[in-house]
């Protein structure tokens, strides 16, 4: 069977069904799997983008490499 001929069995079975909670059952799993899904941020983690982009902008940061020295060096000091 073929994507196309599943989802199109799948449409049919699922227009005959009348269960609600069923029905969301489905929709939970649909939506779980969306290839389009969009991240609802609070006004809190936006601010907390913004500031963190102007620290970026301000090369107010540590690199990666700077970052494991930094740690390989506390790690050996004790």
């Known amino acids: 069977m073929t994507a196309i001929e ?5 449409i049919q079975r699922i227009s005959e069904i009348n269960d609600i909670s069923f ?11 969306a ?3 969009v991240l609802k941020l609070t006004n ?4 907390e983008i913004i500031a963190s982009k102007k620290e970026i902008e301000k090369s107010l ?3 990666d490499d700077e ?12």
């Open 44 to 47: 809190c983690q936006l601010e």
């Open 6 to 10: 599943l989802k199109t069995l799948l």
């Open 23 to 33: 029905l969301q059952a489905i929709k939970t799993i649909l939506d779980s799997k």
């Open 67 to 78: 970052l494991d020295k930094d740690f390989t060096k506390w790690v050996n000091s004790k």
């Open 61 to 63: 940061f540590t690199d």
């Open 35 to 37: 290839e389009s899904r």
